[in-house]
């Protein structure tokens, strides 16, 4: 039993701030140089403090990429598990160190939130409104990006809360997410379009040019899933994009048809300047929620945060009915859910 708790005694006893600070930057920068110009000393002291940490723990910690030594990859699972301690030890200490500042220094309180760009829309304007109003010293920083990048810089400390959806189990160690609601696809077009006039088809669809979303991203997989599960394909000349005011003004000033979550164009289709087409699509819902680290302690702003996500998300449920759908009664529930 000592022989097995001596790796685990000479870690506590020798491992440094140092060793900790080196790691965390290498799991957020992925980039060995990167992570030296963060922490302004030289690539090879980086890769010598690096080393001596993996001989510290006793095996490999990070994954080096193809294409050069100063790439990152990733982290090995006993990475992954001592990243949280890691963050959770220079918290404390920075903890530590507002504590006893002196009482007549300044404080800066900040909330880093990442948030999909299908998503921010329909929640993040009205809960960060709220937010300033409650806290008007708070430094506030949103970043919008793909699902794996923002589930990436949870895990690695860059950000505190996430809005955004369910991931594969690898990306989702270390993480909880809280549900709150789901959402499926829709096709929106500008007032006025051809197929807003009469019943539309996917396959009439298919006749417009196609506003999509990335490739790499969970709208995406889905749009080409819905599209294969029709016996139909995604046209290869379709618009790829992220930035929803592209697709958004470019809908509205041409023919072009746009396969979106539908709280990406909610807001529009509440004003009138997009139509949802009566176009259902099943099996497209996808779960929106918090994430946040296991392990973390939120702050008194990241908690007021999340409770204004939820009360936005709360209010944000009734969701405006496709063009053409019937308001009677004996409409189907499916059809005024969505």
């Given at each position: 039993m000592k022989k097995s708790a001596a790796p685990a005694l000479a870690f506590s006893r020798n491992v440094q701030l140092r060793?900790?600070?080196?790691?965390?930057?290498?799991?957020?920068?992925?980039?060995?140089?990167?992570?030296?110009?963060?922490l302004a000393v030289s690539q090879p002291a980086i890769s010598k403090t690096l080393t001596e940490l993996e001989a510290l723990v006793g095996t490999r910690l990070v994954e080096r990429s193809s294409a050069g030594r100063r790439g990152v990859q990733g982290l090995t699972p006993t990475g992954e598990q001592l990243l949280g301690h890691a963050l959770r030890v220079l918290e404390a200490v920075d903890a530590g160190a507002q504590a006893i500042a002196p009482a007549a220094g300044?404080?800066?309180?900040?909330?880093?939130?990442?948030?999909?760009?299908?998503?921010?829309?329909?929640?993040?304007?009205?809960?960060?409104?709220?937010?300033?109003?409650?806290?008007?010293?708070?430094?506030?920083?949103?970043?919008?990006?793909?699902?794996?990048?923002?589930?990436?810089?949870?895990?690695?400390?860059?950000?505190?809360?996430?809005?955004?959806?369910?991931?594969?189990?690898?990306?989702?160690?270390?993480?909880?997410?809280?549900?709150?609601?789901?959402?499926?696809?829709?096709?929106?077009?500008?007032?006025?379009?051809?197929?807003?006039?009469?019943?539309?088809?996917?396959?009439?669809?298919?006749?417009f040019p196609l506003v999509v979303y990335a490739e790499g991203t969970i709208p995406r997989h889905n749009t080409e899933s819905f599209f294969s599960s029709r016996g139909l394909a995604l046209p290869p000349d379709a618009l790829q994009t992220l930035d929803l005011m592209v697709a958004r003004a470019l809908v509205a000033a041409s023919d072009a048809v746009w396969v979106t979550p539908l709280g990406a164009a909610r807001d529009d289709f509440l004003a009138g300047t997009l139509i949802r087409l009566r176009i259902d699509t099943p099996g497209t819902e996808e779960p929106v929620g918090l994430l946040m680290r296991s392990d973390a302690q939120s702050s008194a702003a990241c908690v007021a945060m999340l409770g204004l996500l939820r009360e936005a998300a709360r209010q944000g449920q009734p969701k405006s009915r496709p063009a053409g759908a019937t308001t009677k009664r004996g409409a189907s529930r499916k059809t005024a859910a969505r």
């Open positions: 060793h900790l600070r080196c790691f965390v930057a290498i799991a957020q920068e992925r980039h060995l140089a990167r992570a030296a110009e963060r300044v404080r800066l309180e900040r909330l880093r939130i990442g948030a999909l760009p299908s998503v921010a829309p329909a929640l993040l304007p009205q809960a960060l409104a709220r937010l300033r109003a409650h806290w008007p010293a708070l430094q506030v920083r949103v970043k919008s990006a793909t699902n794996a990048v923002l589930l990436d810089e949870l895990r690695a400390g860059e950000l505190d809360l996430v809005v955004g959806r369910l991931s594969d189990p690898r990306l989702m160690t270390g993480l909880s997410f809280e549900l709150l609601y789901t959402e499926p696809l829709v096709f929106a077009v500008r007032k006025g379009h051809p197929l807003a006039r009469r019943g539309s088809s996917v396959q009439a669809v298919l006749g």
